[in-house]
């Protein structure tokens, strides 16, 4: 006979594998404890009589549940012996093995949740071949809104309403507060397997697609506000169809653009891990590549036509303004359904209304930069270089987003120690995969903006000669302005994970809109610079 209690001395038996154990205290919890690990309880018989003697012949009764007789004191015990052949040896093992087995089936049943895929393993050359496509892809695309850019704003509506200016990096960065922050988002989830049925994917998607949109109708109408104060404070003339207009203006252009880029993520999403892509590596720059071409597209249409109907109705612009406003209670419910969503909901503001207000100080550089005719050379470079910028370190927030998922404590759970900052050698230099892939998007700076800046150069873009002192001055811009970002993501999504926020939700907004006041005050600063040093003429300012 084998028992097993807390208060037991252990025996080994060699012979079958087992732990043989005898009881010190009548009344202990019995439990029969085999070498691998595994508890199968069974009951004990009433009487010795019942227990069969005869050596060799007894077998393993398993039950399914324990019960406790308190009025007679006896306890439920565990009843074993092995026949004393090697037949019989071999079945008593058998046994215990499936029973194990059933034991841990049943543990696993409960957790309903996938098993989340192996990280996938990435070398610097495999992270750079990842990045650099849709780099090159999201690069041509802020370029092509540069070209836009230069056109329309020489257009009736931005040289009437210029706070429509102000307007184009806080929607730009759209693209950072909700389209690329859903890619990070819905990337994790991929990486981690929470988007490995058809059922939690669509749930996800549908979650995802309804609060991008709630919250780009907020953002696009508190932009406007903030383009309104910053065109009304510093000139004090204040007009009411023009606010109207730029609100107008706004809303309907976050909306639309942030419903087209969030069904092109949800694709490149899925797509990327039925191929096995890192999403982390393709999402972001092609959320980008088309956000700026897009929104800035969609902004200079639908000012255009707005402002055309003030002439002639006085309606349309508060009716546009009433319509999106309305459907914001349907896309609150569709996103209430889904937890993580939901969340996001109630707590995912801060970082959105933040990031927007930084985006729009970046746009009252540009609206007072670009109103200078002897500046007006900068507009076809803004979207380049903020555009560059902002993909690239969404990219490294992503991934080490993803990291700390894959691999840290969980989010809602304190530090066990305190975390020191990280410093610049350690970001960068360090032998880490989240300081390799800085290394790697740190070096794509230089080679990119100068295929960029032939691409604009080639197309007779903008007003401004690319000549070498312009191009060495574009270049410290651009790459001081990747440096300052990717030291921040390293410091700032650490941060927030030790402090119970999702980096995904909190981290890209901030490191973009950020991304945007660098990269436009950095860009005007160079421009007053080669104007001071005599670079004018022909190269700054047409």
Request: with cysteine.
């Amino acid at each position: 006979m084998v028992l097993w209690s807390k208060d037991q001395d252990k025996l080994s038996d060699m012979s079958t594998g087992t732990e043989r154990i005898e009881m010190k205290k009548e009344g202990a919890p019995p439990a029969f404890h085999h070498s691998n690990g595994s508890v199968h309880p069974v009951i004990l018989p009433d009487s010795p009589e019942e227990v069969p003697q005869t050596p060799g012949e007894y077998e393993l009764t398993e039950m399914t549940s324990i019960h406790s007789d308190q009025e007679n004191e006896r306890p439920d015990m565990v009843v074993l012996d092995c026949r004393a052949n090697a037949k019989g040896q071999r079945e008593e093992d058998a046994l215990l093995e499936n029973a194990s087995q059933s034991n841990e089936s049943d543990d696993t049943s409960t957790d309903q949740s996938p098993v989340p895929p192996a990280p996938l393993k990435e070398t610097s050359f495999s992270i750079g071949l990842q990045v650099l496509i849709p780099f090159l892809l999201a690069g041509f695309g802020t370029v092509a809104a540069g070209m836009v850019l230069d056109i329309v704003q020489h257009w009736t509506v931005f040289t009437e309403v210029t706070e429509v200016f102000i307007l184009v990096p806080a929607l730009l960065g759209l693209k950072g507060n909700l389209e690329m922050t859903l890619a990070s988002r819905l990337s994790t989830a991929a990486n981690i397997g929470q988007m490995d049925t058809a059922k939690d994917m669509w749930k996800m998607i549908m979650g995802n697609l309804a609060l991008i949109q709630v919250q780009a109708t907020v953002v696009g109408f508190l932009a406007s506000i903030a383009a309104v104060i910053f065109g009304w404070i510093p000139e004090g003339n204040f007009k009411m169809s023009h606010a109207v207009l730029l609100c107008a203006s706004s809303v309907a252009t976050a909306f639309i653009a942030s419903l087209l880029l969030g069904l092109i993520m949800i694709g490149v999403i899925i797509a990327s891990r039925k191929v096995g892509i890192n999403p982390d590596n393709v999402a972001t720059p092609i959320a980008a590549s088309l956000g700026d071409l897009i929104t800035l597209a969609l902004l200079a249409g639908i000012s255009t036509g707005l402002y055309k109907e003030l002439e002639y109705n006085d309606y349309a612009n508060p009716l546009v303004c009433a319509f999106f406003v309305a459907l914001t209670p349907i896309w609150v419910l569709i996103a209430r359904r889904t937890p993580s969503t939901r969340e996001v909901l109630y707590s995912g503001w801060e970082p959105v209304i933040i990031a927007m207000a930084i985006s729009s100080v970046g746009g009252l550089i540009l609206d007072k930069t670009v109103s200078n005719p002897n500046f007006a050379g900068m507009a076809v470079f803004t979207p380049v270089i903020n555009g560059v910028g902002g993909n690239l370190v969404a990219v490294q927030a992503s991934r080490i987003s993803t990291y700390l998922h894959m691999n840290a404590l969980p989010i809602a759970e304190p530090s066990p120690a305190p975390q020191k900052c990280p410093t610049p050698w350690s970001s960068f230099f360090g032998s880490a995969l989240n300081s390799r892939s800085a290394r790697v998007l740190f070096l794509l700076v230089a080679p990119g903006h100068l295929v960029f800046l032939y691409t604009i150069n080639s197309m007779q873009g903008g007003h401004t000669t690319l000549t070498s002192l312009f191009i060495a001055f574009y270049l410290a811009a651009a790459l001081l302005q990747v440096v300052i970002l990717l030291y921040l993501a390293d410091w700032m999504v650490n941060w927030m994970w030790h402090r119970g926020m999702n980096p995904d939700n909190f981290s890209i907004p901030y490191l973009t809109a950020l991304g945007d006041l660098l990269g436009t005050g950095f860009l005007a600063l160079c421009f007053h610079i080669l104007w001071l040093i005599g670079d004018r003429d022909t190269d700054v300012g047409d």
